[in-house]
């Protein structure tokens, strides 16, 4: 299985641009990278999801160098509604079976 | 459109019981998924099934079965209730794109095993 880390918490300000990195040094060939959301209470929400170089969508971006052992989940502008934990996940697929890695969580705070 | 909804919300079980959580979507995904998160550990894949008539083992299988008899159901048993299950539980489905996919979540179902 892959194994992924990512920092145990953050903070932030109100209208700062955001990045959390999550490791995943042992990372296979056709391995995915996807980040979801949670809130207290809730289940994950996809964010964003890629392969490798960068994604991006109608609320954050995604960064994967080249030899993918890391990427960086990039929100821009946060506001205090984005206070949640992230998570990556490491997924793969062999045919139908399925290894899915998730890192243990970054809590974001937004500070006003 | 309900998504994906989870039954019951919350239970408390005592050590050697047996119970039964329900996964239902209403999205037509074929794949769907049972975790569990411990504090401080994410999320850990128990079981998952692929296909209706079909399931396999994640990464955290033991003390737990599941089925799938039908496509929008997953059902996640606990035959004989251990402290040690004591966990929020989370169902997800997802309809994979080549090797991608988005998975979408349950509310989760809240279990206290004394």
């Known amino acids: 299985l892959a194994k992924t880390t990512q920092p145990i918490s953050m903070d932030s300000y109100e209208g700062q641009e955001v990045n959390i990195t999550c490791s995943h040094n042992?990372?296979?060939?056709?391995?995915?990278i996807t980040w979801y959301q949670q809130f207290p209470s809730q289940g994950p929400r996809f964010i964003i999801q890629g392969y490798k170089t960068k994604v991006t969508n109608e609320v954050a971006s995604l960064f994967i160098p080249a030899d993918r052992k890391s990427s960086t989940l990039s929100l821009p502008r946060v506001s205090l509604s984005d206070t949640a934990v992230y998570y990556c996940?490491?997924?793969?697929?062999?045919?139908?079976?399925?290894?899915?890695?998730f890192g243990s969580g970054t809590q974001l705070t937004v500070l006003p | 459109n309900a998504g994906v909804t989870q039954t019951p919300k919350f239970r408390v079980l005592k050590t050697g019981q047996s119970m039964t959580l329900l996964c239902a979507q209403d999205?037509?995904?074929?794949?769907m998924y049972w975790y569990r998160q411990d504090p401080g550990m994410g999320l850990r894949l128990i079981h998952y099934?692929?296909?209706?008539?079909?399931?396999a083992k994640g990464e955290v299988p033991d003390g737990y079965n599941v089925s799938r008899l039908k496509k929008q159901n997953f059902l996640l048993g606990l035959e004989s209730a251990a402290p040690s299950q004591t966990s929020v539980y989370f169902c997800?489905?997802?309809?994979?794109?080549?090797?991608?996919?988005?998975?979408?979540f349950g509310p989760g179902t809240r279990l206290l095993v004394l």
């Open positions: 997800a489905s997802s309809f994979p794109v080549g090797a991608q996919e988005t998975q979408y």
């Open positions: 099934s692929v296909g209706e008539g079909t399931t």
């Open positions: 999205m037509n995904h074929e794949y």
């Open positions: 042992n990372i296979a060939t056709n391995d995915y």
């Open positions: 996940l490491v997924g793969r697929s062999s045919g139908s079976a399925r290894q899915l890695t």
